[in-house]
């Protein structure tokens, strides 16, 4: 029986247009979890090539790695230069609120 090879999913392979970028960063923030927030900004700027944005931003490529994995804990102010360097924007809307169980 041949075996079968597996690879992990990148969300970055993905991420090919703006608007695919945008949205993905719309459905973490939906989330609520800045761990999640954090993380999909990570794939977002992978997707644009990190050293291209590790310039932009005046921080070192690996503590972009670091600071945007699932285990980082970026400051806020990291996020936004992050965020500027991708081209996105932050907007504040009013939505749904979570009723506790």
């Known amino acids: 029986m041949k075996k079968k090879t597996t690879r992990?999913?990148?969300?970055?392979?993905?991420l090919k247009t703006e608007d695919d970028m945008a949205a993905y960063l719309e459905a973490a923030l939906d989330e609520s979890d800045p761990a999640l927030?954090?993380?999909?900004?990570?794939d977002?700027?992978?997707?644009?090539?990190?050293t291209?944005?590790?310039?932009?931003?005046?921080l070192g490529r690996e503590s972009?790695?670091?600071?945007?994995?699932l285990e980082g804990n970026p400051e806020f102010s990291t996020v936004m230069k992050v965020i500027s360097a991708l081209?996105?924007?932050?907007?504040?809307?009013?939505?749904?609120t979570k009723?506790?169980?």
């Open 8 to 14: 992990i999913w990148d969300a970055a392979e993905y």
């Open 37 to 42: 927030v954090a993380a999909a900004l990570g």
């Open 44 to 50: 977002i700027a992978k997707a644009k090539g990190m």
């Open 52 to 58: 291209e944005i590790a310039q932009k931003t005046g």
């Open 64 to 69: 972009l790695y670091k600071a945007l994995s």
């Open 87 to 96: 081209g996105l924007k932050l907007h504040a809307g009013k939505g749904k």
């Open 99 to 101: 009723k506790a169980a």
